[in-house]
Structure formats: structure tokens, C-alpha cells
């Protein structure tokens, strides 16, 4: 899943997909310093979608704001409706 982060949020939370980039929006409040923000992406998902955090993984992206993420033993279909639940959820 193709993701952009914004690192120094004053809130972790998912957003919402931007259709224009095709990505979705996640906000941490780590700073995108020796890979902190990386950490607080993978365990905000995970968080906010209810996996384990061994299942999540950056594939692509480990230095930019614009990421890979890899979900392993999740559906497709499971990962985008629980995504859609966490969106809707304030």
C-alpha cells in the first residue's frame, strides 16, 4: 500500500486517501529522524487497523515521505474494509 507521511503531526492518525497521488495520508508525531517516524507509521497502522505489528513492514521509501507498506495474513478485501472503518472512526 502506497502511503505519505507526514512526520511531526501533533496527532498519529490515519487520513484519508489522496486520489490524486493514489496514497494514503498518515500523520505522526515522530520526526522523520533515524527512522522514528518509520517505527510510528508501522505501529499507527497497526494500531488503528488491529494487526499485529509484525505483520506490517516498509518495502520501499525508508528515507522519503512517500512509502511502500507490505500487510502480510490480511485479505485484500479484510485490509481495505477495516482501512475504510479506521477512516470513518474520528
Given amino acids: 500500500m502506497s502511503v505519505e507521511v507526514q512526520a511531526g503531526a501533533h496527532h498519529n492518525q490515519i487520513g484519508e486517501v489522496n486520489a490524486w497521488r493514489s496514497r494514503l495520508n498518515v500523520a505522526v508525531r515522530a520526526q522523520a529522524q533515524k527512522g522514528m517516524a518509520n517505527t510510528a ?50
Fill in 41 to 90: 507509521v508501522l505501529e499507527c497502522l497497526s494500531t488503528s487497523l488491529n494487526l499485529p505489528r509484525s505483520s506490517l513492514s516498509i518495502v520501499s521509501g525508508h528515507t522519503s515521505k512517500k512509502k511502500t507498506v507490505k500487510f502480510e495474513n490480511i485479505s485484500e478485501k479484510t485490509l481495505l474494509e477495516t482501512l475504510r472503518e479506521a477512516v470513518e472512526t474520528p
